[in-house]
């Protein structure tokens, strides 16, 4: 596979469930993100690593808990999450910051019951 | 900090009709532009980038030109088809930063 692959396409969890959503690159990026698109909100810029290592977090919720284990695999682990959660959840690579632009996948659309 | 401005949408064109989507930006530095599409139920593509003043990327018969002087990175076809329907993102990077600032995102509906 080439490019930037996301699993699973779709979920719905209710908001006492606990799941995860993968990304895996297979591009040779050093730097990989999680971006939320809600319905007639700008996109929004989640976490960021680079190197494996988180270098942003955008005050998001402790119920997103994000993991890299190495430079071509991301998680976002997610528990006790609310109604207003349901999106788009995108995940990006890239080389060398955002000089060259991303990468995106296409996109997990969760649903919270 | 750095920010893109893009036209709101939604847009709605006659096939072979012309597309303008402006998009104007602030950075203290000297940024990548770039304009991203998104295909309904997809993730967002390069559609084309510039990485210096009067640089012009292209793709897909779209065109822009990294404007210094206006701070402009406009994208511009001459003639849309119905495939070209979706949703059209600005956005520039900082060579210092990570990060990508997105416009808001232009709506594009093309009829037959």
């Known amino acids: 596979e080439t490019g930037v692959t996301q699993t699973p396409r779709h979920l719905v969890m209710g908001m006492t469930n606990k799941k995860s959503l993968k990304c895996e690159q297979h591009?040779?990026?050093?730097?990989m993100y999680w971006y939320k698109q809600s319905a007639k909100k700008p996109l929004e810029l989640m976490f960021v690593?680079?190197?494996?290592?988180?270098?942003e977090n955008n005050s998001v919720p402790s119920r997103f808990s994000p993991e890299c284990p190495n430079s071509s695999h991301l998680f976002l682990h997610l528990h006790t999450l609310q109604p207003e959660d349901s999106a788009l959840y995108l995940c990006?690579?890239?080389?060398?910051?955002?000089?060259?632009?991303?990468?995106f996948g296409s996109g997990t659309r969760l649903t919270v019951v | 900090g750095d920010s893109v401005t893009q036209m709101e949408g939604p847009v709605t064109l006659s096939e072979e009709a012309f597309l303008t989507i402006n998009c104007t930006y602030t950075?203290?530095?000297?940024?990548?532009l770039f304009w991203y599409v998104q295909y309904p139920g997809e993730g967002l593509q390069l559609l084309l980038k510039?990485?210096?003043?009067?640089d012009k990327g292209s793709n897909k018969g779209f065109e822009a030109t990294y404007r210094k002087e206006t701070t402009s990175f406009h994208l511009e076809k001459g003639s849309v088809q119905v495939s070209d329907s979706a949703v059209y993102f600005c956005?520039?990077?900082?060579?210092?930063?990570?990060?990508?600032?997105f416009g808001a995102g232009t709506t594009v509906t093309v009829r037959a």
């Open positions: 990006a690579s890239s080389q060398e910051g955002g000089l060259y632009g991303y990468t």
């Open positions: 591009l040779g990026h050093n730097a």
């Open positions: 690593y680079s190197l494996e290592e988180r270098v």
């Open positions: 950075a203290t530095g000297y940024p990548s």
């Open positions: 510039a990485t210096k003043a009067d």
């Open positions: 956005a520039l990077s900082d060579r210092d930063d990570y990060k990508l600032s």
